[in-house]
């Protein structure tokens, strides 16, 4: 049996009185794809960020990898993101964004040619010298990926990576988070669609007004 | 965190900062740069800053100190908002109280050059006591205003601001804020440690507070 590296137990959190998750409770175990669906407001993203640190919740426990978040530390460190409203610099191109990010974080500097691997392995060119902000959905997206994909984390969340992706984007996708996973990666990933989801998951949470309303082992 | 690291964060923090606020920041400087040359021709070296002192049953408004006092609110806005919960959980490896202070700074920077075209406009460098106790003072109140826009919305946290301004400006011997005006500074040095230090601790109170943030902003 995998270990877990992800808890959430009996989480609660209320905004403006308003309860919008609600008893959440799930495990997740090293080395599986986790797929998270729902509609719009259903709680998936914030379930994300409050895995990552990012919302307090009023009640309620948080562990990732043996630590209490925000009880013991603050934010879960070791987990690659991908949130949209989380964008990088648009005045600077991928691969300053990258280096800038993976400097601050981790106080080291990378040599340029892994930076180089990693806007490959999204799909992105690496000679690639316009400004992010001349990117299309498309290729912010794909940068989006490669940000969470930067540390080497052993735990991924993706949250609506499949918005802006065209057919191939998808595909493209499909392929990633299977190599990910054959890499020994923890997936989360959240999306509206649920061909896709049904492909790359081993087990589908559904999420309907901020409560975990049923669950689907591929 | 080293020296080197820290001076890359305040690049990209400045970059950021600068995008939030540009527009505002010209706006207002324009505005500041008119007020201190108004000020000049009169030969009121004081000037924008000299309030006023309220007589029994009456009231007048000093409109340059209430809209100069304000300024900087302005300009700050919900830049330090956005700045705190859309840019930082990128760099969550940074500590939150680093990054925040990495901003105290660039906008300490801001106030700095208002203040420096404020000694320099109107060749003002009678005040100096007042101008450097109304740079430290109104340098922590900013603080003090972004923290609070963290836990509150920045609209209420510029009601307040407002509130606090209007309060000074009926109030003689409001303490701390009233020092803000050259027409009621007292220059007795206790006082206005006093009041550094009083501002210092609500800063402090403040920032130990800032583990409860939640990263819930929309980007703008």
Known sequence: MSQIVVELRHVNKKFKRKNILNNVNLKIYENHVYGF?????AGKTLTFKTILGFIKPN?????????????????????????????????????????LLNILNNQVETADTNIQQLLSYVGLDPNNKDKVKHYSLGMKQRLSLAV???NDNKIL?????????????????????????????????????????????DHIFKFNEGTIVGEQIL | MTQQHYNLLLKR????YWE????????????????????????QFYGVFYGVLQAPNDFAMPIQWFFIMLLPVAVIGDSFNQLVKIEHPLLNRVGLSTYILSIFQIMSEMLFLFWLLWILIPGNNQYYL??????????????IFSLISLFLSPVIAYFIAI??????????????LSQFMLSRFDSNLMINLFNTIILILIVIILFSCIRYIEFTQIRK
């Open chain 1, 37 to 41: 669906s729902g509609p719009n407001g």
């Open chain 1, 59 to 99: 009640n309620g426990d948080v562990i990732v990898e043996g630590k209490f978040i925000r009880k013991e530390v603050m934010f879960a460190e070791n987990i690659g993101f991908s949130i949209q409203e989380y964008g990088v610099l648009g005045d600077k191109t991928a691969t300053e964004n990258l280096s």
């Open chain 1, 148 to 150: 969470a994909l930067l």
């Open chain 1, 157 to 201: 969340i993706f949250d609506e990576p499949t918005n802006a992706l065209d057919d191939s984007g998808q595909d493209f996708l499909v392929a990633m988070i299977n190599d990910l996973k054959l890499k020994g990666k923890t997936i989360l990933i959240s999306s509206h669609d649920k061909y896709f989801l049904n492909k790359i998951s």
């Open chain 2, 13 to 16: 923090n400045r970059m950021l």
């Open chain 2, 20 to 43: 939030q606020i540009r527009i505002k920041f010209i706006i207002v400087t324009l505005v500041y740069v008119m007020l201190l040359l108004q000020a000049r021709h009169q030969q």
């Open chain 2, 130 to 143: 007042f101008s450097v106790i109304l740079f430290l003072n109104s340098s922590l109140s900013i603080f």
């Open chain 2, 163 to 176: 509130l606090l301004a209007m309060g000074t400006i009926a109030n003689n011997k409001l303490p701390i």
